[in-house]
């Protein structure tokens, strides 16, 4: 069982630099989830999706933008890195909003030097 | 204004103690979720426990339980018989209800270190 997957688990960019952190789901969870981890801190939401098509900001959104064209997939886009984006991200599904656990994916490390 | 508040930064055990961690939280919805979740050095997010806000009996999951304190808002996870592998991050969050898309908010965490 896969669960969440992302790719890449690592990765350096340079300042202004862009790139798109892969997610994807295999258990048909309709609700998906973007966190960032910096150190010694906690997760904090930066965009997530109650559907195919629907999408919304979290607490932390600026400088990324997300897309739901598909039930398994939620790929986050940084565009124009800057040294603050460097951080730990995760992504996170559940099957519905409300009684059950999140599950999350093993998380991307990503550098802007 | 921050919705859930871990008030230990870092916490120590002797091992095969119990310890408590503590977690408070700020909703004004009646219906929502608390979660634990434990982060090993390796980084992965590991779910401990659950207590939905309308349960009456506190959640226990092996040596893992959650002291349930509806009027104080509080929702501290007690750790039994603590165990060297229990050296982690921990993390209480909450998810309110539907309409805000379910989304799971974290408090800053509490670092347990259990000596042996």
């Known amino acids: 069982n896969a669960g969440v997957t992302q790719t890449p688990k690592f990765r350096i960019l340079k300042i202004g630099q862009s790139m798109t952190l892969q997610c994807t789901q295999d258990?048909?969870?309709?609700?998906m989830y973007w966190y960032r981890q910096d150190p010694g801190m906690g997760l904090k939401l930066i965009y997530y999706?109650?559907?195919?098509?629907?999408?919304d900001k979290g607490e932390v959104p600026n400088g990324y933008n997300v897309s739901r064209s598909t039930t398994e997939d939620f790929p986050l886009r940084l565009e124009l890195a800057a040294p603050s984006q460097t951080s730990v991200y995760f992504c996170?599904?559940?099957?519905?909003?409300?009684?059950?656990?999140?599950?999350f994916g093993s998380g991307t490390q990503l550098s802007v030097l | 204004a921050q919705k859930i508040t871990q008030t230990q930064p870092g916490m120590f055990v002797q091992e095969k103690e119990a310890v408590t961690l503590d977690c408070t939280y700020d909703t004004s919805d009646q219906s929502y979720g608390l979660f634990w979740y434990k982060q090993p050095s390796s980084g992965e997010m590991i779910f401990l426990i659950y207590q939905g806000s309308y349960d009456e009996q506190n959640a226990t999951e092996g040596r893992y339980s959650l002291n349930f304190q509806k009027a104080r808002k509080s929702a501290n996870l007690v750790i039994s018989a603590s165990q060297l592998g229990d050296s982690a991050m921990y993390f209480c969050a909450m998810r309110e209800g539907n309409n805000q898309g379910g989304k799971l908010i974290f408090g800053q965490g509490t670092e347990l270190s259990v000596k042996p």
């Open positions: 996170a599904s559940s099957r519905t909003g409300m009684n059950e656990k999140l599950f």
């Open positions: 999706s109650v559907g195919a098509g629907i999408t």
């Open positions: 258990m048909n969870h309709n609700y």
